[in-house]
């Protein structure tokens, strides 16, 4: 049986994809059973080991350490047995004990959870899941809207309706013994929001099993948390708080589809919240929610005041969302997202050129203005066909000083002081002449 650190070589080796599958189904083809209980130490998203550095072996090998041995330490790790000046004892003699390669290309990359061999969850699924279903990597997914413009139909009878948060979506899992985990969209691992992560540790006991909680991270400022979220040092993160939209066990998220539907779900959720807790949480919050009956003009009436209200509070839109649905982890029409949209006038003051595939054509309209007192600058570089981004590079001097309508999802401030737009779409010019508004 091949060395498992021989075959990180080997795939690192290469950066054909064919040629990664075809090293994977050979070692699935010869049972090596230890090299994919490592992948998926690696891969699997929900084990994580609570280590922050992991060294680097000098040139000089040990005796090796067996695979068993490393394994029960990988568990006592991911158990948090083993914590802290202990776990980092350990590590070290392990290191020590290793050979070079085994532990530089194999037991310190499952520890960083990092291969760094151009593998993930998907390559190793695609190839294995039909004749070696023993060897599937667990995948991370959690439920996902579609926009409500692709759905129109969707939007009748009963809905469940709630604001649209401008924040990180955050997929919490609190275990009963007081264990909590956060985690992104994508699966990797939030370390920056511990207050809330308290908090909920407090309140752990309230729950008879490993529960996730789904829901958004605001902060004050969204440029702000962005760059909090996966900071290593200098993390400043305290005003984060917690909204909190769903709720359903462990096992069920790993299964990929919870049953109970979606209205009694957010009864369970509030009811938890309001009525359960063993200590009130400052930093942890439950997102109201209302019903609205699309197919009565009361419903169709109260459905716009929750619209407006939203726009006018700042919010990223509604969500809108069928009270009889299961939670599924995947992308589906049960959650729709409608989100309100600005247009602003602005002047051309500078034309960009392009990158890559757009370079000798227009990359970006620089395009500056005032939209109620704000002083607005921002590059707009979407919303162009090809035939634009040639006529306008083409004929940048008469694009100068032109009005230009653009759509964002908002206006933001930067840190300066200064104002931009988020995601700007290029609409049409205004007028036919250097700052004619019409």
Same mark, same amino acid.
């Given at each position: 049986?091949?060395?498992?650190?021989?075959?990180?070589?080997?795939?690192?080796?290469?950066?054909?994809?064919?040629?990664?599958?075809?090293?994977?189904?050979?070692?699935?083809?010869?049972?090596?059973?230890?090299?994919?209980?490592?992948?998926?130490?690696?891969?699997?998203?929900?084990?994580?080991?609570?280590?922050?550095?992991?060294?680097?072996?000098?040139?000089?090998?040990?005796?090796?350490?067996?695979?068993?041995?490393?394994? !029960?330490?990988? *568990?006592?790790?991911?158990?948090?047995?083993?914590?802290?000046?202990?776990?980092?004892?350990?590590?070290?003699?392990?290191?020590?004990?290793?050979?070079?390669?085994?532990?530089?290309?194999?037991?310190?990359?499952?520890?960083?959870?990092?291969?760094?061999?151009?593998?993930?969850?998907?390559?190793?699924?695609?190839?294995?899941?039909?004749?070696?279903?023993?060897?599937?990597?667990?995948?991370?997914?959690?439920?996902?809207?579609?926009?409500?413009?692709?759905?129109?139909?969707?939007?009748?009878?009963?809905?469940?309706?709630?604001?649209?948060?401008?924040?990180?979506?955050?997929?919490?899992?609190?275990?009963?013994?007081?264990?909590?985990? @956060?985690?992104?969209?994508?699966?990797?691992?939030?370390?920056?929001?511990?207050?809330?992560?308290?908090?909920?540790?407090?309140?752990?006991?309230?729950?008879?099993?490993?529960?996730?909680?789904?829901?958004?991270?605001?902060?004050?400022?969204?440029?702000?948390?962005?760059?909090?979220?996966?900071?290593?040092? %200098?993390?400043?993160?305290?005003?984060?708080?917690?909204?909190?939209?769903?709720?359903?066990?462990?096992?069920?998220?790993?299964?990929?589809?919870?049953?109970?539907?979606?209205?009694?779900?957010?009864?369970?959720?509030?009811?938890?919240?309001?009525?359960?807790? %063993?200590?009130?949480?400052?930093?942890?919050?439950?997102?109201?929610?209302?019903?609205?009956?699309?197919?009565?003009?009361?419903?169709?009436?109260?459905?716009?005041?929750? %619209?407006?209200?939203?726009?006018?509070?700042?919010?990223?839109?509604?969500?809108?969302?069928?009270?009889?649905?299961?939670?599924?982890?995947?992308?589906?029409?049960?959650?729709?997202?409608?989100?309100?949209?600005?247009?602003?006038?602005?002047?051309?003051?500078?034309?960009?050129?392009?990158?890559?595939?757009? *370079?000798?054509?227009?990359?970006?309209?620089?395009?500056?203005?005032?939209?109620?007192?704000?002083?607005?600058?921002?590059?707009?570089?979407?919303?162009?066909?090809?035939?634009?981004?040639?006529?306008?590079?083409?004929?940048?001097?008469?694009?100068?000083?032109?009005?230009?309508?653009?759509?964002?999802?908002?206006?933001?401030?930067? @840190?300066?002081?200064?104002?931009?737009?988020?995601?700007?779409?290029?609409?049409?010019?205004?007028?036919? !002449?250097?700052?004619?508004?019409?």
């Amino acid at each position: 049986m091949r060395n498992a650190w021989d075959i990180i070589k080997e795939l690192e080796a290469t950066n054909s994809r064919l040629e990664k599958e075809a090293i994977i189904l050979r070692e699935a083809e010869d049972q090596n059973d230890l090299f994919f209980e490592g992948l998926r130490f690696a891969l699997d998203p929900m084990i994580t080991f609570g280590v922050k550095q992991v060294d680097e072996k000098q040139p000089n090998d040990g005796l090796g350490v067996a695979w068993g041995h490393f394994r !029960e330490t990988l *568990v006592d790790l991911q158990n948090r047995e083993v914590t802290g000046n202990l776990a980092r004892d350990i590590l070290d003699h392990l290191k020590d004990k290793s050979f070079t390669d085994q532990w530089n290309y194999w037991y310190r990359r499952i520890l960083i959870k990092d291969l760094r061999c151009g593998l993930s969850d998907k390559t190793v699924n695609k190839v294995v899941e039909k004749k070696y279903a023993d060897y599937i990597v667990p995948t991370f997914t959690c439920q996902l809207a579609h926009d409500s413009a692709n759905h129109e139909g969707k939007l009748a009878g009963k809905k469940l309706v709630e604001v649209k948060l401008d924040g990180v979506r955050v997929i919490t899992v609190v275990w009963p013994d007081g264990r909590v985990l @956060q985690f992104s969209r994508n699966g990797k691992e939030l370390v920056n929001f511990e207050h809330i992560k308290q908090e909920l540790a407090l309140n752990a006991n309230t729950f008879t099993e490993p529960m996730v909680l789904d829901g958004e991270v605001m902060s004050s400022s969204f440029q702000d948390l962005m760059k909090q979220v996966h900071r290593k040092d %200098n993390v400043a993160a305290s005003d984060a708080v917690l909204w909190l939209f769903d709720i359903l066990p462990l096992r069920a998220f790993e299964s990929g589809i919870f049953n109970m539907i979606q209205k009694d779900r957010s009864s369970w959720l509030h009811d938890w919240y309001n009525n359960k807790l %063993n200590k009130s949480m400052a930093y942890v919050r439950c997102l109201d929610q209302a019903i609205v009956d699309l197919d009565t003009a009361e419903g169709q009436n109260l459905f716009r005041m929750y %619209n407006k209200s939203a726009i006018e509070n700042n919010y990223e839109g509604i969500m809108i969302k069928d009270p009889q649905a299961p939670y599924e982890c995947k992308r589906t029409a049960s959650w729709l997202k409608l989100k309100p949209f600005i247009e602003v006038s602005l002047e051309v003051t500078d034309v960009e050129e392009g990158t890559g595939r757009n *370079v000798g054509r227009l990359g970006a309209l620089v395009c500056e203005g005032n939209d109620d007192s704000r002083h607005i600058r921002v590059n707009v570089g979407s919303g162009f066909s090809d035939d634009d981004r040639n006529t306008f590079w083409n004929s940048r001097s008469d694009v100068l000083g032109r009005i230009v309508e653009v759509r964002a999802d908002a206006i933001t401030q930067n @840190q300066d002081g200064s104002y931009s737009l988020r995601f700007p779409r290029f609409l049409s010019f205004r007028g036919f !002449e250097n700052g004619e508004k019409i």
